[in-house]
């Protein structure tokens, strides 16, 4: 059995190594040419899979290391029987920390004694924003949820805002799905109106599609006074992206909000039971049995710690997004093609992060309510 892979998903020859043989090919620029004799494709979410890609060919099992599916022809697939699987939640985890570090930079620079007095709207609460607003929630934020398909499935009023509530929120999180069509559809679901009634004391950001947000209409709105502060992580016209943008935003980093190893690992174990499955083949192998040993196993914190200094050097001790920021801005030099090569490098090349699951954190002295944040963001404790 052959396995064409995008040579970016981990651990490929650990999970499956035994299977069948593997090529590795780059996701971004995967041709038909390269998974014509392929019986499995797995990929990410740079590659494009349908009829262009997949026609001919011999693939009768299509897997993505991602959350996202919107890049994947599903219906053609099953038109064609191809079966398929996703790995949804893998790195919601990932994600939600990228936002709690986001935040801890934010308060700071605003001078907050206590980053639980902004009021956070999160928009979209699938497996990340719903991750993330238990962990908000934990810790005593104010959430409001906007998810107009789930809360007219789900006919729960009170659980849920409309995205104009969530929008007067101190920050707003966007981690919706790209969807075009229908009656909740998010592809630039904030124009230039609802970029307009942003104030210049919110943070908005953006770690779910590029394309929910209008981009010129950001730039523009960027351009005035009393502009609102962005944090990017994901951007229109992926890796194609707008130098100018990135200059005019606060934080800018490139699409690496889920690439936690965790959240890596945890993908490619999803797609190899499913394959497994799929096969007839039992299911042996976790992703916890190939985590390494984290560069920072420990912090210590005696009772003299203020409880959100501790928290934000626990925090940027496991990620610091301003390191991604400058990295990207770094790379914003040189001509369309070579900007554009540079944003690939910077995800194909992106330094090992890990989790705050990774990080023990000793604790002498310490109150309670200290115990309890570190708890709500996931890190291990020893007391």
Same mark, same amino acid.
């Given at each position: 059995?052959?396995?064409?892979?995008?040579?970016?998903?981990?651990?490929?020859?650990?999970?499956?190594?035994?299977?069948?043989?593997?090529?590795? @090919?780059?996701?971004?620029?995967?041709?038909?040419?390269?998974?014509?004799?392929?019986?499995?494709?797995?990929?990410?979410?740079? *590659?494009?899979?349908?009829?262009?890609?997949?026609?001919?060919?011999?693939?009768?099992?299509?897997?993505?290391?991602?959350?996202? *599916?919107?890049?994947?022809?599903?219906?053609?697939?099953?038109?064609?029987?191809?079966?398929?699987?996703?790995?949804?939640?893998?790195?919601?985890?990932?994600? #939600?920390?990228?936002?709690?570090?986001?935040?801890?930079?934010?308060?700071?620079?605003?001078? &907050?004694?206590?980053?639980?007095?902004?009021?956070?709207?999160?928009?979209?609460?699938?497996?990340?924003?719903?991750?993330?607003?238990?962990?908000?929630?934990?810790?005593?934020?104010?959430?409001?949820?906007?998810?107009?398909?789930?809360?007219?499935?789900?006919?729960?009023?009170?659980?849920?805002?409309?995205?104009?509530?969530?929008?007067?929120?101190?920050?707003?999180?966007?981690?919706?799905?790209?969807? +075009?069509?229908?009656?909740?559809?998010?592809?630039?679901?904030?124009?230039? #109106? +609802?970029?307009?009634? &942003?104030?210049?004391?919110?943070?908005?950001?953006?770690?779910? +599609?590029?394309?929910?947000?209008?981009? +010129?209409?950001?730039?523009?709105?960027?351009?005035?006074?009393?502009?609102?502060? @962005?944090?990017?992580?994901?951007?229109?016209?992926?890796?194609?992206?707008?130098?100018?943008?990135?200059?005019?935003?606060?934080?800018?980093?490139?699409?690496?909000?889920?690439?936690?190893?965790?959240?890596? @690992?945890?993908? *490619?174990?999803?797609?190899?039971?499913?394959?497994?499955?799929?096969?007839?083949?039992? @299911?042996?192998?976790?992703?916890?049995?190939?985590?390494?040993?984290?560069?920072?196993?420990?912090?210590?914190?005696?009772?003299?710690?203020?409880?959100?200094?501790?928290?934000?050097? #626990?925090?940027?001790?496991?990620?610091?997004?301003?390191?991604?920021?400058?990295?990207?801005? #770094?790379?914003?030099?040189?001509?369309?093609?070579?900007?554009?090569?540079?944003?690939?490098?910077?995800?194909?090349?992106?330094?090992?992060?890990?989790?705050?699951?990774?990080?023990?954190?000793?604790?002498?002295? *310490?109150?309670?309510?200290?115990?309890?944040?570190?708890?709500?963001?996931?890190?291990?404790?020893?007391?």
């Amino acid at each position: 059995m052959l396995i064409v892979a995008d040579e970016n998903i981990p651990l490929l020859e650990s999970f499956f190594g035994d299977i069948g043989d593997i090529r590795r @090919v780059s996701g971004r620029t995967m041709t038909a040419a390269d998974v014509q004799d392929a019986d499995v494709l797995l990929v990410r979410s740079v *590659t494009r899979v349908g009829p262009e890609l997949l026609e001919g060919s011999r693939v009768r099992f299509v897997g993505t290391a991602t959350i996202g *599916t919107d890049h994947v022809d599903q219906a053609w697939l099953a038109e064609r029987g191809i079966r398929f699987a996703a790995a949804p939640g893998c790195n919601a985890n990932s994600v #939600a920390e990228f936002v709690l570090s986001v935040l801890s930079v934010h308060a700071e620079i605003r001078a &907050l004694s206590d980053w639980t007095a902004m009021s956070v709207g999160i928009i979209g609460v699938g497996n990340v924003g719903g991750e993330l607003a238990r962990k908000l929630e934990r810790l005593g934020f104010e959430v409001k949820l906007c998810d107009p398909p789930r809360a007219e499935a789900e006919g729960d009023e009170e659980q849920f805002v409309s995205l104009e509530e969530a929008m007067e929120c101190d920050v707003v999180t966007l981690h919706t799905p790209l969807t +075009r069509e229908g009656k909740h559809h998010t592809f630039r679901m904030l124009d230039a #109106a +609802r970029l307009d009634r &942003l104030r210049s004391d919110q943070l908005l950001i953006n770690a779910g +599609r590029g394309e929910v947000i209008d981009a +010129r209409a950001l730039h523009e709105r960027l351009g005035q006074a009393n502009a609102p502060r @962005v944090a990017l992580d994901v951007w229109e016209r992926e890796p194609r992206i707008d130098p100018e943008l990135v200059e005019r935003v606060w934080l800018a980093t490139p699409h690496i909000s889920g690439y936690s190893l965790e959240g890596k @690992v945890q993908g *490619t174990e999803m797609v190899y039971r499913a394959l497994s499955h799929y096969l007839g083949l039992p @299911v042996r192998k976790k992703a916890g049995q190939f985590l390494p040993e984290p560069a920072l196993s420990k912090v210590s914190f005696t009772s003299a710690a203020d409880e959100q200094d501790a928290l934000r050097i #626990a925090l940027r001790a496991c990620y610091d997004p301003r390191a991604d920021d400058a990295r990207l801005r #770094a790379a914003m030099g040189g001509s369309a093609d070579e900007r554009a090569a540079a944003f690939d490098r910077l995800r194909r090349d992106y330094p090992v992060r890990r989790e705050c699951s990774s990080l023990k954190v000793q604790l002498k002295g *310490t109150s309670k309510s200290l115990q309890d944040s570190f708890r709500a963001i996931g890190f291990k404790l020893k007391i």
